[in-house]
């Protein structure tokens, strides 16, 4: 039903395409579906309120669903493209930034917070990009290093500068969406904060977006070499909190990303919320935060999700 739509012009809600993160949940209105696969993360009480994963059936009749409007979304084009790395840098030890070069000929359009599949012979996962649009095209990947994981192996052993790769995107919804709110939030755990240093940059490059009065970044890690960057974004009032769970912060707050934010008094009846990192993190923090006043439709999020 994802693909069906998208053909069609109009993009759904979506983030890891497997089954596994409940991003595209949809409520069936009228004409029957059929599970193509698996729904994982679908509860026995939503499936008997006719929910459904897109990501997971096909139609098999005319249907009609209750979900957002993502407007400009439906007219970003998904194309498969080739790409050199064009180069490789270290950010901590067990983090890698790719640039990647596109042929001049074929830029890829697309909306900061999304994501690219990586295709390299048989293999194919999921990588959030890193940057705005730049006027040179280059497409920045933040990559971390999974034990015995089998692409990781190839980033972090083989990868050289100009190995030509394949990539298809743009893929996922989680982009700036207009609201009504006031404060952002914007939610990261470990590489997570990838796609929200693209948000970041949109909101610095175009005024227009930036309809908040307030912005604030919380980035969650383990240790303190966990956090390869520090925001600094001089064109907004910005609030940003570093977050460790393993070691005492000096300078942040223990803990978890999503218990910093109720602890800070935040008003989350105003407020958006854009989480991205751990499976863990993203649930903790939608139970919590829409628990603490936060509107369920005000939720947004990408799950790093294992791709197998
Ligand atoms: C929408 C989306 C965006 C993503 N963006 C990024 C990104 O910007 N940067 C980034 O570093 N990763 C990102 N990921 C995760 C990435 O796609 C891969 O899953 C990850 O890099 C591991 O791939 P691998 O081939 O090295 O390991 P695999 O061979 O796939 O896995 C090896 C083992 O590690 C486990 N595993 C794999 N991935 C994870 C995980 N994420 N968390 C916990 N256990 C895991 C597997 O279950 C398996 O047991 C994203 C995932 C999704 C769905
Ligand atoms: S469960 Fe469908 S996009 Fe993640």
Redesign the pocket.
Known sequence: MLVAARMQGIALEH??R?GR?GVCKARVLAGVTEPLQVEDSLTQDERSRGIILTCCRTAVTDIELDIEDLGELGNVEVKTLPCRIHALHMLSDD?VEVALRLPPTSPLHYLPGQ?IDIIKGG?R????I?NAPRDDGRII?????????????Y?FEEAKENDLLRLEGP??TFCLRQTQVSQLVLLAT???I??IKAILQQLAKSAGVNTYRKIHVYWGGRVEKDLYWTPDFPEFDMNYVSVLSRSLNSSGAQGYVQDAVIAAGINLQDAVVYACG??SMIESARNKLIAAGLGPENFHS???????
Do not use: H
């Open positions: 983030s890891c497997t993160c983090v994501y293999i996962r999921s990588y959030s890193a990947l933040q990559i971390r290093k999974v034990p015995d994981g089998e692409m990781s192996r980033w893929l996922g470990g590489t997570g990838a796609p751990s499976e990408d799950a790093f999700v294992s791709s197998n």
